[in-house]
């Protein structure tokens, strides 16, 4: 199994330009969700899905749009990326019903210049 | 509004030495999930908090939860420096939502 796995691992963009953050799991995970990472600030949930065709926004959405067409994949677009989008994001996902909390990604490094 | 908030957001102990990190959170829940991130790394699930009075240990680190109190703890015994990382917990909610903490950055020194 390969886990979580989020492409690409770092990524410039320029303000305006718009990219999507892939994230592919092989474990047959129902839920995935998308966290952004910034200094201080914890872990903050971006969106969230339970299950293919069902997604939902968590605290931090704006500028941010999912969709959840399969099981495996949760692509995160940034629409029109802004500097304070730079951050450090990461996919995870976690069986329905079980215990063991999220699996994570190794995170895509994104600065927005 | 949930809010999960860590105490302290930085440690620095030496060698030796025990403390413990508090994780308080606003909203109903009665698992919790403490993390381990190294730098530049992704995170590592530590502990699994299933219920109030639980508590688990897993070498010189050791969590338990007070639902009722809507707190948890890390306790650090005896540190040493492989210890020193960031520290997250986590509260779940339905459907598969986690909320994390600020994170508390530790570091041990010899």
């Known amino acids: 199994n390969a886990g979580v796995t989020q492409t690409p691992k770092f990524q410039v963009l320029k303000t305006g330009q718009s990219m999507t953050l892939q994230c592919a799991q092989d474990?047959?995970?129902?839920?995935m969700s998308w966290y952004r990472q910034d200094p201080g600030m914890g872990l903050r949930l971006i969106h969230y899905?339970?299950?293919?065709?069902?997604?939902d926004q968590g605290e931090v959405p704006n500028g941010y749009n999912v969709s959840r067409s399969t099981t495996e994949d949760f692509p995160l677009r940034l629409l029109s990326a802004a500097p304070s989008q730079t951050s450090v994001y990461f996919c995870?996902?976690?069986?329905?019903?079980?215990?063991?909390?999220?699996?994570f990604g190794s995170g895509t490094r994104l600065t927005v210049v | 509004e949930l809010k999960v908030e860590q105490n302290p957001l930085f440690l620095s102990m030496q060698e030796g030495k025990n403390y413990t990190i508090y994780c308080n959170y606003s909203?109903?829940?009665?698992?919790l999930y403490w993390y381990r991130q190294d730098p530049g790394k992704s995170l590592e699930s530590l502990f699994v908090?299933?219920?109030?009075?639980a508590v688990k240990q897993e070498g010189r680190l050791m969590a338990s939860l007070d639902t009722k109190a809507r707190l948890s703890t890390l306790h650090i015994t005896a540190a040493v420096h492989d210890l020193s990382a960031t520290y997250f917990c986590?509260?779940?909610?339905?459907?598969?939502?986690?909320?994390f903490g600020t994170g508390t950055s530790l570091t041990v020194i010899p």
């Open positions: 995870a996902s976690r069986k329905a019903g079980q215990d063991y909390g999220y699996t």
């Open positions: 899905s339970v299950g293919a065709g069902i997604t």
């Open positions: 909203t109903t829940s009665d698992r």
């Open positions: 908090l299933l219920s109030n009075g």
């Open positions: 474990m047959n995970h129902e839920y």
């Open positions: 986590a509260v779940d909610l339905l459907w598969g939502q986690f909320y």
